[in-house]
């Protein structure tokens, strides 16, 4: 979308300066700054969903670069821009997703007030900015990629971002990021369980590209998938593993009558994923049989994180308060494990709901889960309305991206995640293509 107004082009010239700035003092090699700050910040001035469809990779190196955050604030001031200038058509699009709208909105009304009865204050304050940040990342991808061309885009490029994250673990680009923790496999994010949490939704996503939008081009999505699928193994996260079983059981019920296909891909996938093992990391065999050995006490952290939930089940203890809470709840009856990942060195819980449940109880948690059920239903309202519009590869490309959200949010299930970009992205591509849906005889809402 080209901009047909000067105030786009000089917020987002500000933001690029100010983007430059921080790059330049913060000390980072240029080859950095180049890539993730002045490449997709002059994209944006020219093209803003192009602009959005090239920073949805760069999520993935936020850990090595602080670009990619630079770049959300850049382009989130040039949506507001679009706002301004186009609000018609964005709030029809939110009235497709009303549901979801509603639900976010009071999701960040409820953990701002959250701020306000929190043990800590600080603390929760210090983390209230990423839940705006996470919002703008929802609105950024909903509605710049809420045409089939950048819906299919986007979702190229979010493969394409799971592939770079690969290419930077593997040490082709030198960030001074460990890749390897304890052996397994991290990616450019360092953490293993983080990387497969991602990589599952990658992989939805490739195989769906190959169905799809991209069914002339089979080779290279496939070739992603067996990339994407070695990473998976090597990560050996056992977390992932079940979210994987949770997601297939979801395809087959999704994609119906092509059960022997998803076998077939299942246990393709599966030999990959030995074979690699096998020859890069025999000891990640040990790590995903071992689902009762010590690791960051998961189970131990649940307990806590239900205690605190329990004892405070209206209101919570304040967002980004649990780790500083949690050890004031180790010495109530029911022995634990690994009470030293809660009292001297504090995880998060590890679960993305309970820990929701902990710090802002049962009306943040409830909202949490209907703002995922939203995203869920808006994107099955697509694959019905694809369906009856004859649509084959966009329902194809639609059930890619239910399945892969369905694996992102079994993977949360392991995690605490709850500002991963990632997520937030894939959670997005529904509202996303009930955006692109045919409705009322129309076949797209273009912005």
Known sequence: MAFDSPLPLLIAGLGLAACSGVLIASGRPIAIALLVGIVPAALALWDLRAAVCLWIPLTFLDRISIGPNLITLLLTLAWLAVVAMQAGRIAELARRNLAVVVAFGLLLGW???????????????????????????????????????????????????????????????????????????GGSLGDPNELAAALLPALALALALAAGPLRKWPPACFGAAVLLVCGLALTGSRGAMLAALVAIAAAIGII???????????????????????????????????????????????????????????????INNYRSEAVNYVLEPGRLEAAEFVAEDPHYPHNIYLQQFAET?????????????????????????????????????????????????????????????????????????????????????AI
Request: net charge positive.
């Open 256 to 318: 119906k009558g092509r059960r022997i296909e998803i076998a077939l891909l299942t246990a393709l996938a599966l030999f990959s994923a030995a074979a690699v093992v096998a020859a890069r990391s025999p000891d990640t065999f040990d790590h995903l049989r071992e689902f009762d050995a010590g690791g960051t006490g998961r189970a131990d952290l649940w307990r806590v994180a239900w205690r605190i939930g329990s004892d405070e089940p209206l209101l919570g203890i304040g």
């Open 361 to 445: 109880g049962l009306p943040g948690v409830g909202l949490l889960l209907a703002l995922t059920l939203g995203s869920l239903v808006a994107t099955a309202t697509a694959i019905g309305r694809f369906e009856r519009a004859g649509d084959r590869p966009m329902r194809n490309l639609t059930r890619g991206i239910l399945i892969a959200q369905v694996a992102a949010l079994s993977a949360s299930f392991f995690l605490s995640n709850v500002h991963d970009k990632r997520l937030w992205v894939v959670l997005a591509l529904g509202a996303a293509a009930l955006g692109t849906a045919p409705r009322a005889g129309r076949t797209d809402v």
């Open 111 to 185: 953990v701002t007030l959250s701020v306000t009865w929190a043990r800590h204050p600080d603390e929760a304050a210090a983390d209230l900015w990423l839940w705006f940040v996470s919002a703008a990342i929802f609105a950024l991808v909903a509605t710049m990629a809420a045409t089939r061309h950048h819906l299919s885009i986007a979702c190229a490029a979010y493969v394409a971002g799971a592939l770079l994250s690969l290419c930077v673990g593997a040490g082709t680009i030198g960030t001074g990021v460990s890749a390897i923790d304890e052996g397994r496999f």
